[in-house]
C-alpha cells in the first residue's frame, strides 16, 4: 500500500483517494497555474489511522522519503537554522467540507527555524509573526487548547503594526498557556510537529462540527480525509504580499464579474475566518496588478476546465500569486440557474446537461425574497449581504442557543464571526449575522452552501454572549427578539416587515423553455414539474432501464 502520492500533474489517482483539495492541486498543476510543490497522503492512511489507533505502518518511512523530495525541491530544510523550510498541513475529503477540519499554518518554524527566517529576510517581525501563527493553530488544532483562550494571540496577528517586541511577548504567553493548558510544550522537533498535525487532520474527521456537516448533507462517515502539505507561502511577506478569495462569477446571482475578497499582508485563514476586515477583489487592480492579471487568467482556465462557475483560494507573496485551492463553485438558486444558461449559451454546455445540473430544488430560490421597500423603518443595522434570502426568526446569540431555541420556532443566528464550531446552530439557524467578516468567509460560505440567507460585516453589531443580548448605538435587543434580515440588501429590521417576490427572472424562463421542449409538453404546469419533467426525459435517455 502507497499512502503518500506528490502532487504533480502525472498523478492519476481518483479523488477518492486524493481527497478534493488534492485532486484540485493536480488540476491547477496540469493547466500549468501556480501551486506550492507538496504531497498528499491518502484517505486510504486516515481509515487505517483509525482502524488501528495510531499512524498506519510504513507511513513513517514514506513521510521521511516525501519531506526529503520536498526539501530538494525548494532547496530548504524543514525546521533547518538556514533558509528553513515550513509548510501548511490541510484536511481535504473526496467531498468538500468547507472549514470542518483542521489546518495548521507555517509548521515547522520552530525557534531556530524562525531566527533563520528572520536572519534570511532582514525582517525579524515578519518571522515572528509567522512563529506566532504557528504557535497559535497548533495548539488550537493538534494540543487541544480552546480557541477563546488564544484570542489575544490573534489580536496581535491581526495588527500589522505590532511590534517584534510585542509579538515576542505574546509569543511567551502562548507558549506558556500551552503548557498550562495541554501539559506539554509544543515540540521543538519539526517532524515531531508534523507527524502529530497529520494524526490531528485525521482525528477531525470525527469532530462534532464534521459529524454535523456531513449529516446535513448526506456524507458517509466512513470515506476519512486526505492530508495535503506544501511548502508555505507567506501572504503575510510584505506591502506586496497577501491573501483572498476568489469566484470566478457572483455566487449570488450567477453573473459572470469575478467576486471575492483580498486581504494584504496576511494569511488566509485571516480571510475565511471572518476576523479581519477584508476589501473587495477588485482592489487587486490597482495594488497588485500583476496578481490580478493572473488571477483572472486562472479563473478563465479553470472555468474552461470544469465548464462551470469556479472558487479558488490564493495567496500572493512579494508580488508573485499562487493557487491554493480550486473546486467548483457549487452555486445554489437564481445564480444556479444563470450559470447553467449563460454556459448553454456560450457553448460551454449543451442544453440538456444545463437542465440536469438545475435541480427542483434550486427553484424554491430562484425567485430571492427581498423584504420590501418602505417597510424596513425600524433598521437595526446594515451589513453586506452575503446570501440571498429573507428569514424572520428570534434573535439566539450563541449556536448553542440557537440549536435549543429552533424547536420553539425560526431564530436567526448573530455572532461576532461564526467557526466549524458553530455549525450546529448555523445547520438550526434560519438565517445569519455577523459583525465582521466578508461575502467569502465561514458565515457566507456555509450559508449559501445551505441556501439560509446571511448578512455579513455588520460592523455596528456587537454581540454580548453573556448577557444574551445584541447591541447598536445605544439600543440593546435581548435573546428572543423577533428579527428579519434581507440577505441581498444586508439589511436587519427588527419585527417583522413586509416580504415582496420578483415574479420574472428571465433566465428560468429561458431554462423553463427549454424544458417544456424536451417534455414534449407546453401545457401550463408548476414550474417545479416543468422542470421535473424534463430531467425525467434526459434521465431516461441515459439510462433505458429507468423505464
Known amino acids: ?42 484517505t486510504a492512511a486516515c481509515r487505517a489511522y483509525f482502524q488501528a489507533g495510531q499512524l498506519p505502518g510504513g507511513l513513517a518511512s514514506e513521510l521521511t522519503a516525501a519531506v526529503a523530495g520536498l526539501e530538494a525541491v525548494t532547496h530548504r530544510r524543514l525546521g533547518g537554522p538556514e533558509r528553513p523550510l ?15 477540519m483542521s489546518t ?38 493538534v494540543l487541544g487548547v480552546g480557541q477563546e483562550s488564544l484570542r489575544f494571540a490573534d489580536r496581535a496577528t491581526a495588527g500589522p503594526d505590532t ?26 522537533d519539526a517532524t515531531r510537529q508534523l507527524e502529530l498535525a497529520i494524526a490531528a487532520v485525521f482525528s477531525s474527521w470525527h469532530t462534532p462540527r464534521a459529524k454535523t456537516y456531513r449529516e446535513l448533507h448526506g456524507i458517509p462517515d466512513d470515506l476519512g480525509t486526505a492530508v ?41 485563514e485571516d480571510v475565511v475566518s471572518g476576523r479581519s476586515l477584508t476589501g473587495p477583489l477588485h482592489e487587486l487592480a490597482d495594488r497588485e496588478p500583476g496578481v490580478w492579471a493572473g488571477l483572472l487568467d486562472a479563473l478563465d482556465r479553470l472555468e474552461g476546465h470544469y465548464r462551470d462557475a469556479c472558487y479558488v483560494e490564493f495567496t500572493f507573496e512579494a508580488g508573485k500569486l499562487w493557487v491554493l485551492q480550486v473546486r467548483p463553485g457549487r452555486f445554489v ?18 442544453r440538456d446537461e444545463a437542465l440536469l445540473r438545475v435541480s427542483p430544488q434550486h427553484l424554491q430560490h430562484v425567485r430571492t425574497p427581498r423584504i420590501a421597500v418602505g417597510d424596513a423603518s425600524d433598521v437595526l443595522t446594515r451589513g453586506l449581504g452575503a446570501s440571498p434570502g429573507v428569514a424572520v426568526g428570534r ?22 464571526e461564526t467557526s466549524p464550531l458553530d455549525m450546529h446552530g448555523l445547520a438550526a439557524a434560519a438565517g445569519v449575522v455577523t459583525a465582521r467578516g466578508g461575502p467569502t468567509s465561514h458565515a457566507a460560505v456555509v450559508a449559501r452552501a445551505m441556501g439560509k440567507p446571511a448578512v455579513v460585516g455588520a460592523a455596528s453589531l456587537v454581540v454580548d454572549d453573556a448577557a444574551a443580548c445584541v447591541r447598536v448605538g445605544g439600543r440593546s435587543l435581548p435573546e428572543g427578539t423577533l428579527i428579519a434580515i434581507d440577505g441581498t440588501s444586508g439589511e436587519v429590521v427588527v419585527g417583522d416587515p413586509r416580504i415582496v417576490v420578483a415574479t420574472t427572472d428571465p433566465h428560468l424562463h429561458q431554462l423553463l423553455g427549454w424544458a417544456d421542449e424536451i417534455a414534449g409538453d407546453a401545457t401550463d404546469r408548476d414550474e417545479t414539474q416543468r422542470l421535473a419533467s424534463a430531467r425525467a426525459v434526459l434521465l431516461r435517455r441515459q439510462d433505458p432501464a429507468r423505464t
Not at 86 to 100: F, H, K, N
Not at 169 to 185: A, D, F
Open 163 to 188: 511590534d517584534a517586541s510585542r509579538l515576542a511577548e505574546v509569543i511567551e504567553e502562548v507558549e506558556q498557556l500551552v503548557r498550562e493548558r495541554s501539559g506539554e510544550p509544543v515540540p521543538e
Open 228 to 268: 495535503t502539505v506544501q511548502a508555505m507561502v507567506y501572504g503575510n511577506r510584505d506591502r506586496h504580499s497577501g491573501t483572498g478569495v476568489a469566484f470566478s462569477r457572483d455566487p449570488n446571482t450567477g453573473e459572470q464579474v469575478p467576486f471575492g475578497e483580498v486581504l494584504f499582508g496576511r494569511q488566509g
Open 333 to 350: 438558486g437564481r445564480a444556479a440557474v444563470r450559470v447553467a444558461v449563460d454556459l448553454a449559451d456560450a457553448g460551454a454546455i449543451g
Open 395 to 416: 434573535v439566539a446569540t450563541t449556536a448553542d442557543n440557537a440549536a435549543r431555541l429552533a424547536a420553539q420556532g425560526p431564530v436567526v443566528l448573530l455572532r461576532p
Open 104 to 141: 495548521v499554518l507555517n509548521l515547522g518554524l520552530t525557534p531556530e527555524a524562525a531566527t533563520a527566517l528572520a536572519d534570511e529576510t532582514g525582517d525579524p517581525r515578519f518571522a515572528l509573526d509567522s512563529r506566532l501563527r504557528f504557535l497559535t493553530s497548533f495548539a488550537s488544532e
Open 1 to 42: 500500500m502507497t499512502w503518500i502520492h506528490p502532487l504533480s500533474a502525472e498523478v492519476e489517482e481518483s479523488v477518492e483517494v486524493l481527497g478534493g483539495k488534492a485532486h484540485g492541486l493536480v488540476v491547477l498543476q496540469r493547466l500549468g497555474l501556480p501551486v506550492p510543490p507538496g504531497f498528499v497522503i491518502s
Open 86 to 100: 515550513t509548510v501548511s498541513v490541510r484536511s481535504g475529503a473526496g467531498v468538500s467540507m468547507p472549514g470542518m
